[in-house]
């Protein structure tokens, strides 16, 4: 397999904070701390991998706007010309000066997740989130880019339930004219909850992307939430090294071959399921 120099993605996870309790998010399980990145550290991280046209998400498993060192992060990924910036928020703390803070610094694409055309369809999935507060903010964000011609990507996402189907197209509709993206994505499933049938297949996200928890520990994935695909620590480790490493490049080829089974993380994991591998048999068609 050819190992990639470096990532094309830097994912720190610069505070555990979250303003809600989303019953389909890992979040509520989280034992692992501090509760914050010092601030030391998520510089480190930015700092050794400058200069690689990377683009950072100053997140993880967490609300990005609960850190309120947000626009100061953003601005020092800012000076490197060659970085680019992505949030994902559920969007209630977008107040109007934070979201000014945000467009001043620069933000490439941002990504709002509402997953409701009502608010007792919202409250289903974003529990102890404001659904007008919500709305208001993000479409005001929004109305701020447009105000500014443009400031890159700026989507709103539902995630397809069964109990919203029936408000996706008000749902596009309704954020299409705000002028946002409006998009319906598929449910995320975390490794190791009860309902994951594993699969024996490579894995895309391995290739060119890199994760970071608040402690400094690297993961192998997105998905881990409980520390169990560690390939290094940038506290005590170069960013690069922990990426050129030889646990990380052992994992990257276990997955090229799809063996899953062989890393703890990957064993009980279905992602990709859908897609085709150059090799392995294709995807069984559904017919539910």
């Known amino acids: 397999m050819i190992q990639p120099a470096h990532p094309n993605v830097v994912q720190i996870e610069t505070t555990l904070a979250c303003n809600a309790e989303c019953p389909f998010c890992s979040h509520s399980t989280l034992t692992r701390r501090p509760r914050r990145m010092e601030d030391w550290l998520w510089k480190k991280i930015i700092d050794e991998t400058r200069g690689l046209g990377i683009t950072y998400r100053p997140f993880l ?6 850190d309120h060192r947000l626009g100061e992060i953003m601005r020092y990924i800012r000076k490197d010309d060659t970085a680019k910036i992505e949030l994902n928020s559920n969007g209630e703390l977008m107040k109007e000066e934070r979201a000014q803070e945000i467009l001043d610094a620069g933000i490439d694409i941002i990504r709002f997740s509402i997953d409701g055309f009502s608010k007792e369809t919202f409250s289903k999935s974003r529990v102890g989130l404001d659904y007008d507060l919500t709305v208001e903010r993000t479409r005001r964000f929004v109305e701020m880019a447009r105000e500014r011609g443009g400031a890159g990507h700026v989507e709103v996402r539902m995630i397809a339930m069964d109990y919203n189907r029936h408000e996706h ?8 004219k705000v002028g946002a993206v409006a998009v319906i994505t598929d449910l995320y499933v975390w490794p190791w909850e009860p309902e994951v049938k594993p699969v024996q297949l490579p894995c895309k996200k391995v290739l060119k992307e890199m994760f970071f928890f608040v402690n400094g520990k690297a993961t192998l994935c997105c998905w881990d939430s409980h520390e169990r695909g560690v390939i290094g620590d940038a506290a005590r480790e170069h960013v690069m090294d ?5 646990l990380n490049r052992r994992y990257r080829d276990l997955l090229a071959q799809g063996r899953r089974r062989d890393i703890l993380l990957c064993s009980n994991c279905e992602a990709y399921k859908g897609h085709y591998f150059e090799g392995f048999a294709p995807p069984v ?3 539910a």
């Open 285 to 287: 068609a559904s017919h």
């Open 242 to 246: 922990i990426w050129n490493g030889e």
């Open 61 to 66: 498993i967490n609300e990005p706007l609960a």
């Open 169 to 176: 197209e008000s749902f596009v509709e309704f954020w299409t």
